[in-house]
């Protein structure tokens, strides 16, 4: 069936109008100069954090936040284990940065986990196919460290932000052995986004210039297998719905395939301030996610 030029003007509008999110959102700058603000105060009080390289490239590294002794507890004594959330944020591949977004960890560490901040190349000077690479990597060297940072590898969920819901969900996909580690406890994308081929008909393309091959195989949406033993899926209840869609569609993929997965759709919340339902006490995310990883029952080995 032939399909009219005006159709196809009226699909390229549709998924730019889901999809590019700058002009919709003015807001965006200064919400991400609060979250600046906030990780910059945050990296200069937290104890023991330090930088991971795990590439050539300065984009490639992690911040690495150990948890918080519990008040009382012997300095010298040493820890268990601790639990460790791995964040990976988003900016569709094209932009942002890790320690943009350092906040999110500050809670967590008070409460006895680990966060890794995971960084990596940007487009036009990487492909998508090359950042999931480098995140992979950067996963394989934290399991490969687990006893030297005190973190327990079979307690890990895997979060990230937009493009890094759809890395976070990628990684999930992906054996266990090929990472050097464990199932995860839980995968928690946020305002991700699961299939790619509608970018193609965006301006994001310009920057990240996946191939119509590329976009399909680096979709979470048509992968087969999950490596997690629960998946908590959040989207702004403002959001597009490009945006609310793909995570409805994607938690049905996973339910398909018989993993736990549930949809959270904050009311109120935009593709830019839900991060606040992840870093912040009293929101349901944050506490769903606390519970998952303090949960005494571990992910299958």
Same mark, same amino acid.
């Given at each position: &069936?032939?399909?009219?030029?005006?159709?196809?003007?009226?699909?390229?509008?549709?998924? %730019?109008?889901?999809?590019? @999110?700058?002009?919709?959102?003015?807001?965006? !700058?200064?919400?991400?100069?609060?979250?600046?603000?906030?990780?910059?105060?945050?990296?200069?009080?937290?104890?023991?954090?330090?930088?991971?390289?795990?590439?050539?490239?300065?984009?490639?590294?992690? !911040?690495?936040?150990?948890?918080?002794?519990?008040?009382?507890?012997?300095?010298?004594?040493?820890?268990?284990?601790?639990?460790?959330?791995?964040?990976?944020?988003?900016?569709?591949?094209?932009?942002?940065?890790?320690?943009?977004?350092?906040?999110?960890?500050?809670?967590?560490?008070?409460?006895?986990?680990?966060?890794? &901040?995971?960084?990596?190349?940007?487009?036009?000077?990487?492909?998508?196919?090359?950042?999931?690479?480098?995140?992979?990597?950067?996963?394989?060297?934290?399991?490969?460290?687990?006893?030297?940072?005190?973190?327990?590898?079979?307690?890990?969920?895997?979060?990230?932000?937009?493009?890094?819901?759809?890395?976070?969900? &990628?990684?999930?996909?992906?054996?266990?052995?090929?990472?050097?580690?464990?199932? =995860?406890?839980?995968?928690?994308?946020?305002?991700?986004?699961?299939?790619?081929?509608?970018?193609? @008909?965006?301006?994001?393309?310009?920057?990240?210039?996946?191939?119509?091959? %590329?976009?399909?195989? &680096?979709?979470?949406?048509? =992968?087969?297998?999950?490596?997690?033993?629960?998946?908590?899926?959040?989207?702004?209840?403002?959001?597009?719905?490009?945006?609310?869609?793909?995570?409805? !569609?994607?938690?049905?993929?996973?339910?398909? =395939?018989?993993?736990?997965?549930?949809?959270?759709?904050?009311?109120?919340?935009?593709?830019? !301030?839900?991060?606040?339902? @992840?870093?912040?006490?009293?929101?349901? =995310?944050?506490?769903?996610?606390?519970?998952?990883?303090?949960?005494?029952?571990?992910?299958?080995?």
């Amino acid at each position: &069936m032939e399909v009219s030029s005006y159709r196809i003007l009226e699909l390229v509008q549709r998924e %730019e109008l889901n999809y590019s @999110l700058r002009p919709r959102h003015p807001e965006r !700058d200064s919400v991400y100069a609060d979250y600046r603000t906030r990780s910059e105060q945050f990296r200069a009080q937290a104890e023991g954090w330090k930088s991971i390289s795990y590439g050539e490239s300065e984009r490639c590294a992690i !911040d690495w936040f150990p948890p918080l002794k519990p008040a009382g507890a012997d300095a010298g004594a040493p820890q268990a284990p601790a639990p460790l959330l791995i964040f990976i944020h988003g900016g569709f591949w094209r932009a942002l940065d890790h320690r943009l977004f350092s906040f999110i960890a500050h809670e967590y560490v008070k409460r006895g986990i680990a966060v890794a &901040m995971l960084g990596y190349q940007l487009a036009p000077e990487v492909r998508v196919t090359d950042i999931f690479e480098q995140v992979c990597s950067a996963v394989r060297l934290l399991n490969a460290q687990a006893a030297e940072l005190n973190f327990d590898p079979h307690r890990v969920c895997i979060s990230g932000h937009s493009a890094g819901g759809q890395l976070a969900a &990628m990684l999930s996909g992906t054996p266990p052995d090929q990472l050097g580690g464990h199932p =995860l406890v839980s995968v928690v994308p946020v305002s991700g986004v699961f299939s790619l081929p509608p970018l193609l @008909l965006t301006t994001v393309n310009h920057d990240v210039r996946m191939t119509p091959d %590329e976009a399909l195989r &680096m979709s979470p949406s048509v =992968l087969t297998r999950f490596y997690g033993a629960q998946f908590l899926v959040a989207v702004g209840g403002l959001e597009t719905e490009g945006f609310i869609g793909q995570s409805r !569609d994607f938690v049905d993929t996973v339910k398909g =395939l018989g993993i736990p997965a549930s949809l959270q759709i904050v009311p109120g919340r935009t593709h830019f !301030d839900i991060l606040e339902e @992840l870093a912040s006490p009293g929101f349901e =995310l944050f506490e769903r996610v606390l519970e998952q990883l303090l949960s005494p029952h571990l992910s299958e080995t």
